[in-house]
């Protein structure tokens, strides 16, 4: 999860994972994360959901978290035009220091609100442009948040599925994790949705 600070990114994962809505929720300090398991095609999947810090101080440290993320959420609020302005240097940021293969969403949050100034077809006209996935969501109202988690799982698993298929007709052994280590190349991360 990366975005301006205020957007309500660390709202999204609790009330995903927690299934509640924490009034005046603090600014996260650095970075948080929080773990759910989810049910995808009759698998137990188990995702690690790391809430970054928006407050620019924060910034070299959250970058890092960037290189070994398989999707990356960018949020911004729906009822505030400067942290969607600040989409691009966020979109600079993770080119620089994600994989060019993370599965990329951008999500416009606060939906419930009275005061929206980016209307959704900005949010899905700059989403196109750049390449990513978009989603309109309320962490007050839970609107389309279990959508999102989900939605990023299910693209995730089949990816993984897939990349282990072409290793099958590759005639590549797959090892076990539970036997032997298995090391993750940065190839292994999700396509960008178009």
Do not use: H, W
């Given at each position: 999860m990366?975005?301006?600070a205020g957007v309500g990114k660390t709202c999204l994962v609790r009330r995903f994972t927690q299934g509640l809505f924490p009034p005046g929720q603090g600014a996260t300090i650095g970075v948080d994360f929080m773990i759910?398991?989810?049910?995808?095609?009759?698998?137990k999947i188990k995702l690690q959901i790391w809430d970054t810090a928006g407050q620019e101080r924060f910034r070299s440290i959250t970058q890092s978290y960037y290189r070994s993320a398989h999707a990356l959420i960018l949020v911004f609020d729906v009822s505030s035009q400067p942290s969607f302005d600040c989409l691009p240097t966020w979109l600079?940021?993770?080119?620089?220091?994600?994989?060019?293969?993370?599965?990329?969403?951008l999500v416009g949050n606060k939906i419930d609100r009275d005061d929206i100034e980016v209307p959704t077809?900005?949010?899905?006209?700059?989403?196109?442009?750049?390449?990513?996935?978009?989603?309109?969501?309320?962490?007050?109202?839970?609107?389309n948040v279990e959508?999102?988690?989900?939605?990023?799982?299910?693209?995730?698993?089949?990816?993984?599925?897939?990349?282990?298929?072409?290793?099958?007709s590759r005639g590549e052994r797959i090892m076990p994790a539970s036997s032997?280590?298995?090391?993750?190349?940065?190839?292994?991360?999700?396509?960008r949705l178009s």
């Open positions: 990366a975005g301006n759910k398991s989810v049910d995808i095609d009759g698998e600079k940021e993770i080119e620089q220091y994600a994989s060019p293969k993370v599965l990329r969403v077809a900005v949010g899905e006209e700059f989403a196109q442009r750049n390449s990513m996935y978009y989603l309109e969501t309320s962490a007050k109202e839970s609107d959508r999102l988690f989900m939605e990023i799982a299910t693209e995730l698993t089949q990816d993984a599925k897939s990349n282990e298929l072409s290793k099958y032997e280590a298995v090391s993750r190349s940065p190839s292994s991360c999700c396509p």
